[in-house]
């Protein structure tokens, strides 16, 4: 069993910055990736940034040169740096861990408001 926990979120105003951090716990039996997904109020969940082990990093284009992810080893997890922030970057982020060949895990969210 695989339980991942976020945190970081807040309100920011408009290019300020803010960073996610996802902790797993649990016992990994294989490969797996990590990312980060947000949903917008009456919108579809969507990728904004994931990490493949042995992978370089993958990002949204709407994110790309403002965010970056990256692993936390010492937690087992994946953090979002998330810079530069606009008001459309609202929204409830998710930590994904996906076993590969196995099964996806997800975090609870952590909101991220952005406004003047």
């Known amino acids: 069993q695989v339980q991942l926990v976020e945190s970081g979120g807040g309100l920011v105003q408009p290019g300020e910055s803010l960073t996610l951090s996802c902790a797993a716990s649990g016992s990994i039996f294989s490969m797996y990736s990590m990312g980060w997904y947000r949903q917008a109020p009456g919108k579809q969940r969507e990728v904004v940034a994931e990490i493949i082990s042995g992978g370089l990093p993958n990002y949204a284009d709407s994110v790309k040169g403002r965010f970056t992810i990256s692993r936390d080893y010492a937690k087992n997890g994946v953090n979002l740096e998330m810079n530069n922030l606009k008001p459309e970057d609202t929204a409830v982020y998710y930590c994904?861990?996906?076993?590969?060949?196995?099964?996806?895990?997800w975090g609870q969210g952590t909101q991220v408001t952005v406004s003047r």
């Open positions: 994904k861990l996906e076993l590969i060949g196995s099964a996806d895990y």
